[in-house]
């Protein structure tokens, strides 16, 4: 007997039981009680032609013969049948467990009555375990194979128990289990199918109708005893009863709604090739807003364009009552159509979005103070010398993988695009601050010395990356970026009213201040950037709210709480004045201005005005906040009464919102109107797809101030905690093993 300690020896008992354990596999299988395509795979036992002993298994296709690796018989049969490799799969012929001859039809007259029949030959059943010559042992010497004797059945009524077993054992192959004791009243399965029909069409575009007839998902429907749906129910009669449950929802607001302001966000595309949506809602004074409608518009839409389409929505709410729609706020246009609408009808207050302002004042600073530009060229020249110098880049990486803790190319601008933008700048700076430890080690290294010796680039690049100058405009700009950013953030979460916009720009002052004193930038070319920006978003109504509020009445040294006209330039009260003015009718204009002046002296009694100052932490966020926004305007409406004429203003011009930002698209609804093209259908059911999203986002935003309506961000959380808390190698990078 040979060794068992022998190397070969262990190997071939190992391929041997590898070769029984696969039988076993399918002889279960064969029973009803395995995976249905060990019914057409066989194993094969491949022995050394020198020393007999088993050196492989394989397995082979029963249908066409082909040969296949045995080590993963499950992805075998997924890319051999299933993907259609297998010429003969799907023939009837063959893809069955028992071989049938062809069954000739004869027809006969036999003494009793003549009848026909079929005369079906015997059946023939194949013993898998004989054609490989049943059992073996790897120290018999090799033999040559022999078939076993076949095992014939009769046919006769004695072999119908066999059969009965045989069609059983195929019934269970190909019918999918359910889960017993699974049972659901009709009503049970109405309120369980609505719960979905919720979560696909508040999902953002992120759930695709297809997806609902995938056939694992129909498995799982039938796994917890719902019935099969179909996508197309989905796309018509359940969009459209959503759809107009939502439409009645928000007519019923809107009509109960004493005014209302339009918002409209969308008009400046990011891509200005493809078709964009035009998002419209309404704020209502109760702090609520209220999705409207979806436009689709191209790259490049008039201004004129705009203006229509804007009062087409103010004629189609109000129809006579005009002057319900108190005002818009929108993406600011090129052209003069919110200041054409408002001078038009006087009781308008048309407000460019300050989310967009703060988003377009870093562009300015992009292209308009010099040390952008030179921080700009200085960190591409770097970024491309560390990205595409192949033996650099690997110096790079080795220590940026060592300090960083991961490999990283460093952002660069599009070859197409001319100029460096904003946000692809702050990518830049703020990569190269991540990296520049590894470029400090990368200098340090004995090959990258060489290369200084021969390459008149790599010393400068070297000398600029060891220059203490260039990192701090490096950092400069980043930081300047950083805070402008936070507070376009800060006002797309927080929504604030046009009351706040004055102090909102009086923060950037301070902000752009203390950064000119950090760095030893000069103040006077960053407060006229600052400036320019401002007066291109400025609006009287600004100045008018900010003094209306009771938000914001200071308390002087008698106790008096009086608004802050000390905070307004002369011009800016001259604004209040001209405003009040013109949205009152010609006949109370005096009135007013005389309320006013009351007003300023006397301003508001000292138990209100603390009512209304009253603050609050926020859960979330840690911020004091007003503990009842809805005051300031309350205390107009109830309280301020004597001021007959002025409080008609008031309580229009407080619950202005200073921000478009209401229902943020994620990009998938663009995504399918790209696609759907042309097609009409298609694309009013994506409207009402954004339309049942949009309702049911701004409805719990309106619950929670501080909603997120991007769920992809949750996801990336999600993903960045699972692998901090999960120390193990990921498969995506190919690091595990099978």
Not at 198 to 205: C, L, M, T, Y
Not at 265 to 285: C, F, R, Y
Not at 306 to 328: F, P, R, Y
Request: proline fraction near 5%.
């Amino acid at each position: 007997m040979a060794d068992s300690d022998d190397p070969t020896t262990a190997a071939a008992q190992a391929v041997h039981r590898r070769y029984e354990g696969l039988l076993m596999v399918r002889t279960k299988a064969l029973k009803g009680k395995g995976a249905w395509y060990w019914s057409h795979l066989e194993p094969l036992l491949l022995k050394n032609s020198d020393t007999g002993f088993p050196k492989a298994v394989k397995l082979r296709c029963s249908l066409c013969d082909a040969v296949f690796s045995a080590s993963n018989p499950s992805r075998t049969a997924s890319e051999h049948l299933k993907r259609g490799t297998c010429p003969n799969f799907n023939s009837p012929s063959k893809n069955t467990l028992v071989s049938i001859s062809p069954v000739s039809r004869k027809r006969a007259a036999d003494s009793d009555g003549g009848d026909s029949f079929y005369d079906i030959p015997p059946l023939t059943v194949v013993d898998p375990s004989g054609i490989y010559g049943g059992s073996f042992s790897p120290f018999q010497s090799h033999q040559p194979h022999q078939q076993q004797p076949l095992l014939m059945l009769s046919g006769g009524k004695e072999d119908l128990g066999a059969l009965a077993m045989l069609e059983n054992s195929v019934k269970k192959l190909r019918t999918p289990r359910t889960s017993p004791g699974v049972s659901l009243n009709k009503d049970q399965i109405d309120s369980a199918l609505d719960f979905l029909t919720d979560w696909v069409f508040e999902s953002p575009g992120s759930v695709s109708l297809s997806s609902l007839e995938h056939p694992k998902f129909r498995a799982f429907l039938n796994q917890v005893g719902l019935p099969s749906i179909s996508s197309r129910d989905f796309a018509t009669v359940r969009l459209n009863s959503k759809y107009e449950i939502a439409k009645a929802d928000v007519h019923l607001k809107i009509t109960d709604a004493m005014f209302f302001q339009i918002a409209s966000s969308g008009w400046q595309p990011q891509n200005q090739e493809d078709k964009t949506m035009v998002h419209i809602a309404l704020n209502l004074p109760n702090g609520t807003t209220l999705y409207r409608k979806t436009l689709i518009v191209g790259s490049s839409v008039p201004c004129r364009f705009a203006e229509e389409v804007l009062w087409d929505t103010v004629l189609n709410i109000c129809g006579s009552s005009k002057e319900k729609c108190v005002g818009i706020v929108a993406d600011k246009f090129k052209g003069k159509a919110l200041r054409s609408l408002e001078n038009q009808h006087q009781w308008l207050v048309n407000l460019p979005c300050q989310f967009q302002a703060f988003n377009s004042l870093v562009k300015d600073f992009t292209r308009k103070l010099p040390l952008f530009k030179k921080v700009a060229e200085n960190c591409k020249r770097v970024a491309h010398f560390f990205n595409f110098e192949s033996h650099i880049r690997t110096i790079f990486h080795k220590y940026q993988l060592q300090e960083c803790g991961h490999t990283c190319l460093i952002t660069l601008p599009t070859a197409e695009s001319e100029e460096i933008g904003a946000m692809t700048l702050f990518g830049m700076v703020e990569d190269m601050l991540e990296s520049a430890p590894a470029m400090q080690l990368a200098r340090l290294d004995e090959v990258f010395k060489m290369t200084l010796i021969e390459d008149p680039t790599a010393r400068e690049i070297s000398h600029l990356v060891g220059n203490s100058e260039f990192w701090n405009e490096v950092e400069a700009v980043h930081c300047l970026i950083k805070f402008i950013k936070d507070m376009a953030q800060e006002i797309e979460i927080e929504k604030p009213l046009v009351a706040q916009c004055l102090p909102l720009w009086e923060e950037l002052r301070e902000k752009a201040k203390d950064w000119c004193k950090k760095f030893h930038i000069s103040e006077e070319s960053v407060e006229k950037i600052v400036s320019r920006r401002f007066k291109k978003n400025y609006h009287p109504a600004w100045a008018a709210a900010f003094v209306l509020d009771p938000l914001y009445l200071i308390r002087n040294n008698s106790g008096k709480y009086l608004p802050p006209f000390k905070r307004l330039t002369t011009e800016q009260e001259k604004d209040v004045d001209r405003l009040i003015t013109r949205l009152v009718v010609r006949e109370e204009a005096h009135i007013a201005l005389m309320e006013l002046m009351k007003w300023r002296t006397e301003g508001l009694d000292q138990v209100y005005a603390r009512a209304v100052q009253m603050k609050e932490k926020d859960p979330v966020t840690g911020k004091l906040r007003a503990a009842n926004p809805q005051s300031s305007r309350l205390v107009w409406e109830t309280y301020l009464t004597e001021f007959k004429s002025l409080r008609k203003v008031a309580v229009r011009l407080i619950f202005l919102h200073a921000t478009s930002c209401g229902f943020k698209s994620n990009g998938n609804f663009e995504r399918m109107v790209c696609s759907y093209g042309s097609s009409r259908a298609a694309i009013e059911g994506v409207k009402k797809l954004v339309f049942i999203s949009a309702h049911s986002k701004l409805e719990k935003g309106n619950l929670c101030s501080n909603g997120n309506n991007n769920d992809n961000n949750d996801d990336i959380e999600l993903f960045a905690a699972v692998n901090s808390e999960d120390d193990l190698p990921s498969e995506a990078d190919g690091s595990s093993s099978l």
